[in-house]
């Protein structure tokens, strides 16, 4: 609530002026739109501010200057711009700044904890990254020689900004990288949209290993997360028979028309289909191919056959008196 007050001009500037009020005090006021002159009387008004809220006015004065101080610094400290994940069986997740730097790192188990200490990573390009984690997994018996290895790897934006990280190149990289150390290894990298990210995330698990259990799940093998979490990728693998979606697809969650319900989507040659439908499709394409190098083979082994009879028959016409001869 408004109230009025009066006070005698002593000082007139181009906006304002300055009046002594009847206790003896100086107040500022906006200069009248009629003007006034020195010894004056004016009557203004003025909000009345109790002595009770001044304390509250200054203790919100004080948390304003200080949460902008604890502000402040987020502005200078580099935000995450993708990630990216990698199963062996140490299971982890990088996050990686605009200028492909690793930022923070994120461990699924105690095998990514020993494996290596964050520190020693952070800071670090991508792909410089890459090659320590594989030579620590390499040196801790994580990639053996003469086994079947495999390494699971995701990139994944951060929110919807473009992604500065290329899925191909890092699936270059590590095989590369595993090649150059004299060892094979089967390396899958995927593309996982940020929805997809978090969904793991919620469960416990990297992206990688998450889209892993979907295509098990989606063969009707019955895994449960803790299975997962627990077990390596080529473990799983080998107990849960399934051909895994080939290297460098990429993976979306979508609402589907029958459903609110949100289905992760492959990228099938420009189609977004289910993952069971791809693994179907994939299959079936697989007989096909099976069904055309048997036809393959059976039409080779005709012409061959048909080839010696062919040169047996030459042989007789060549020589049709050779038994009276010999007679």
Same mark, same amino acid.
């Given at each position: 609530?408004?109230f009025e007050k009066?006070?005698?001009?002593?000082?007139?500037? /181009?906006k304002h002026?300055?009046?002594?009020?009847?206790?003896?005090s100086?107040?500022k006021?906006p200069?009248?739109?009629?003007g #006034?002159q020195v010894? =004056?009387?004016?009557a203004?008004?003025?909000? !009345?501010?109790?002595?009770n809220?001044?304390?509250?006015?200054? /203790?919100a004065s004080?948390?304003?200057v200080f949460m902008?101080f604890a502000?402040?610094p987020? /502005?200078?400290?580099?935000?995450? /711009?993708?990630?990216v994940s990698?199963?062996?069986?140490?299971s982890?997740?990088m996050?990686?700044?605009?200028?492909?730097n690793?930022?923070?790192?994120?461990?699924?188990?105690?095998?990514?904890s020993?494996l290596? !200490?964050p520190?020693e990573i952070e800071?670090?390009?991508?792909?410089?990254?890459?090659r320590?984690?594989i =030579?620590?997994?390499?040196?801790?018996?994580?990639?053996?020689l003469g086994?079947?290895?495999?390494?699971?790897s995701t990139?994944s934006?951060?929110?919807t900004d !473009?992604?500065p990280?290329?899925?191909?190149?890092?699936?270059?990289f590590?095989e590369?990288t595993i090649?150059?150390?004299g060892?094979t290894?089967?390396?899958t990298?995927?593309?996982a949209?940020?929805?997809?990210r978090?969904?793991?995330?919620?469960?416990?698990?990297s992206?990688?290993?998450?889209?892993?259990?979907q295509?098990?799940i989606?063969t009707d093998?019955?895994?449960?997360?803790?299975?997962?979490?627990?077990n390596?990728?080529?473990q799983?693998?080998?107990?849960y028979?399934?051909d895994?979606?080939p290297?460098?697809?990429?993976?979306?969650l979508?609402?589907?028309?029958?459903?609110?319900? =949100?289905?992760?989507k492959?990228?099938?040659?420009g189609?977004?289909?289910?993952i069971?439908?791809?693994l179907?499709?994939?299959? #079936?394409?697989?007989?096909?191919v099976e069904?055309q190098?048997?036809?393959?083979?059976n039409?080779d082994?005709?012409?061959?056959?048909?080839?010696?009879k062919?040169?047996?028959?030459?042989?007789q016409?060549d020589?049709?008196d050779?038994g009276d #001869?010999?007679?």
């Amino acid at each position: 609530m408004w109230f009025e007050k009066r006070g005698i001009v002593a000082k007139i500037s /181009a906006k304002h002026c300055i009046v002594i009020t009847p206790d003896g005090s100086y107040e500022k006021i906006p200069l009248p739109a009629q003007g #006034t002159q020195v010894g =004056a009387e004016l009557a203004y008004r003025r909000f !009345p501010l109790s002595y009770n809220m001044k304390p509250l006015l200054m /203790a919100a004065s004080l948390l304003i200057v200080f949460m902008s101080f604890a502000l402040l610094p987020k /502005a200078y400290l580099p935000q995450a /711009a993708a990630y990216v994940s990698l199963d062996i069986n140490p299971s982890l997740e990088m996050a990686v700044d605009k200028n492909l730097n690793v930022i923070n790192v994120q461990y699924f188990n105690d095998d990514a904890s020993n494996l290596i !200490p964050p520190e020693e990573i952070e800071g670090l390009n991508i792909y410089d990254a890459l090659r320590e984690l594989i =030579a620590k997994a390499i040196e801790q018996n994580y990639i053996k020689l003469g086994e079947d290895n495999l390494i699971i790897s995701t990139v994944s934006p951060s929110g919807t900004d !473009p992604m500065p990280i290329n899925q191909e190149v890092v699936s270059q990289f590590l095989e590369n990288t595993i090649t150059a150390s004299g060892y094979t290894s089967q390396v899958t990298v995927y593309s996982a949209s940020d929805e997809i990210r978090a969904t793991a995330k919620g469960e416990g698990l990297s992206p990688g290993k998450y889209l892993v259990y979907q295509q098990l799940i989606k063969t009707d093998n019955q895994v449960s997360i803790d299975e997962v979490k627990k077990n390596n990728v080529r473990q799983l693998i080998y107990e849960y028979p399934v051909d895994l979606i080939p290297d460098q697809k990429k993976f979306t969650l979508q609402k589907t028309k029958s459903s609110d319900e =949100a289905e992760i989507k492959v990228d099938d040659n420009g189609n977004n289909v289910s993952i069971k439908d791809y693994l179907k499709n994939q299959n #079936t394409r697989s007989e096909n191919v099976e069904k055309q190098d048997q036809q393959s083979n059976n039409k080779d082994d005709n012409r061959a056959k048909t080839k010696m009879k062919n040169d047996d028959q030459s042989k007789q016409n060549d020589n049709p008196d050779r038994g009276d #001869t010999q007679k």
